[in-house]
């Protein structure tokens, strides 16, 4: 476990400074490298969608030892052997999709914790140092672990007062787009009325002491979304940001592309289908 990273990004967040990060989908190693290298303060390594296994996660998060950069690991269901093996391979902390209860919250906190305070067992893989360090490890987790939920339903906003109440989160992410698709506008990223939705749910949470995130699909959206107020923003996802570097280089040598779903390739001047 990163503590003097987790401490640092802590600080920020109290001293009401804007943390950055990087969502990982791609398997290279290399991705994090580089977010560790430009300093980020967190990368978040997305299992819950995509193709990443577990002997791609421990290398990425083999990436950030000795960094400043803190790691966290998205799962793909609240679920406590999902929450518990990452730990044990050394993540920071857990980002858990589709929470919208508090007792589901109260749940996930419980299954990054170890007793008496949670659920979670001890095991002698990476993070105890192969069990070598087992005092050490459970003192700087059961003080130091992020649990961070995803809000991304209109339940979770209709429980949001709840939610901001459960001991042991500081920080909530907001998923837009399946927060849309259960408002009924599947495939939009802010469908009619979401944005609004997201704003009450990002106050609710500052009045409560605790903070927000969310994922800039712009660099102007990063920009307005840190003065309305979040301040746990991400700059993109690995994958996305590398299409929109080649195209945008490409419209600069005045040869625009485009992607569409079936991943076949248009002709330059070509619409794609879509």
């Known amino acids: 476990m990163n503590v003097a990273a987790l401490r640092r990004v802590r600080a920020k967040l109290q001293q009401d400074q804007t943390a950055w990060g990087l969502w990982v989908t791609l398997e290279s190693a290399s991705v994090t490298e580089i977010a560790v290298g430009l300093g980020l303060d967190y990368v978040v390594i997305d299992t819950e969608h995509g193709h990443l296994d577990w002997g791609d996660v421990v290398q990425h998060v083999r990436a950030a030892v ?14 406590g052997g999902l929450i518990k093996r990452p730990l044990d391979v050394g993540a920071d902390g857990v980002v858990i999709p589709w929470i919208e209860t508090a007792s ?8 990054a914790h170890y007793p008496p305070r949670g659920v979670r067992g001890v095991g002698g893989e990476r993070a105890t140092a192969w069990g070598r360090c087992l005092p050490e490890h459970v003192r700087d987790a059961e003080e130091h672990v992020l649990v961070v939920p995803i809000l991304e339903t209109v339940k979770a ?11 042991g989160v500081e920080l909530y992410q907001f998923g837009p787009a399946d927060y849309s698709s259960s408002a009924g506008y599947a495939g939009q990223w ?3 009325g979401v944005a609004a939705d997201l704003q009450a749910m990002k106050e609710a949470i500052r009045r409560s002491g605790r903070h927000c ?27 996305g940001l590398l299409v929109r570097a080649l195209s945008d280089a490409l419209q600069a040598v005045g040869s625009p592309r ?11 001047g070509e619409t794609a289908a879509g």
Do not use: K
């Open 258 to 268: 485009r992607l569409q779903a079936s991943l076949h390739p248009v002709p330059p």
């Open 104 to 111: 589901q919250l109260e749940q996930a906190v419980a299954y």
């Open 213 to 239: 995130g969310v994922l800039g699909t712009s660099s102007q959206d990063l920009l307005d979304r840190q003065a309305q107020g979040f301040r746990w923003l991400g700059l993109g996802m690995d994958a």
């Open 157 to 167: 906003h209709q429980n949001i007062e709840e939610l901001c109440r459960v001991p």
């Open 66 to 79: 000795r960094s400043e950069t803190v790691t966290l690991v998205r799962g793909t269901e609240l679920n």
């Open 190 to 192: 802010e469908g009619p």
